[in-house]
């Protein structure tokens, strides 16, 4: 009962002990060469590629390097600060699938179950083959196919005829809650054969929704229960408080002409709790709060004292777990050479100088619509989180920072 009544009072009533500190000569880092990240990022700002950013660099578990640059506003002048809150957008998936690799190890769920023994909605799903003609799945979607994103949802965005019909029946509706989305799903057919084909889309919403079911409450409770409070990620939720508005960055569209205002904080959706609350975005974070997520996964599940996954879970999720037919990851033409998906993560099995040629081989990461970004390296014992609010998706901070930050531990061009 102590420990119940314990999880009543907000987090700020507890100490979080703050991610450690070190000299980068110390942790067998180049200072000189981390230097280098602040003129980039600026130069990048001077170009008008994003309005300011934050980089946050820890290797074996301390901060090396930890900036922030530019505006989070541009009309307000407001600067860019160590605590200003990020729409992250597809970062929330990471956090989705710890929470649901926790209750594979708590027996709760398996990997190889098919979601309808958790979402009785989808039993008798089938396999669209054309308007008016379906048929039957050669085997169920299963949790791993959640995880990896071969579960043969189709994208919602889209103006195919399975697009238009996933919207019209009401699936992944933001404005009504995410089991809503799962009732609007009854007899609505695939796209693909489960694990026939990688592809982005709905899964980590649908792995929110088994975890609903599996753990017997609501995902943003467990999440929050099991993970964000833990972890001390003391800004990390689905809206933004209004004592915290101010500190929420302005995001941005870059257009030929420069940038155009997308959101503002006084504006924001996120000052109001959202009725969706899904697994594959809609989090708001700071980059230290997901610098200390990052830094678990990186210990292999442990940190400060507290185990959250198992080492070889976490093994799980930062290795490639696509089948051979799957060679590697896509978004439509955009081949990502060299690149598969662990349960959880993308993973860089192999060299290929046609895609991120500055990856290491077993570098992990992801990223986020506003063009936020992470990637973590076991062979370097790297974790590098770089944040803007910048739409379309780009990958200019990370393409410009990634071999500076690789120089200052030494690295080989063909790591």
Known sequence: MKWQLLWCFPLGVFAVEPLPKSDPAKVGMSGEALAKIGPAVESLIATRKLAGGSVLVLRKGQIVYQESF???????????????LFRIYSMTKGLTSVAALMLCEEGKLSLDDPIDLYLKELKGQEHWVSLGKTTALRRKTTVRDLLRHTSGFPPTRGGQVLNLRYRKAGVMNRKLPLMNTVEALKGMPLLDEPGSRWLYG?????????????????????????????????DTAYSVPGDKADRLATSYRRELKGLKVLETAAESKYLKDPAFKGGGSGLVSTITDYGRFLQMIANGGEFQGK???????????RTNQLPLSIPQISFGKEQRFGTGFGLGFCVRFDHD???????????????????????ISPKHELVVVTMEQTMPYNWNMEKTLKPLIYAAVGKSEKE
């Open 70 to 84: 530019g505006h989070r506003d541009i009309e307000s002048e407001k600067p860019m600060e160590k605590d200003t």
């Open 202 to 234: 709905m899964s980590s919403d649908m792995l929110a929704a088994v975890v609903t079911r599996a753990a017997g409450e609501p995902f943003e409770n467990f999440l929050h229960r099991r993970l964000i409070e833990p972890l001390g990620m003391r």
């Open 307 to 317: 185990r959250y996954l198992r080492e070889g879970t976490v093994n799980l999720m």
């Open 353 to 375: 100088d046609r895609w991120d040629n500055d990856a290491a081989i077993g570098e992990y990461g992801w990223g986020g619509a506003a063009s936020t970004h992470y990637w």
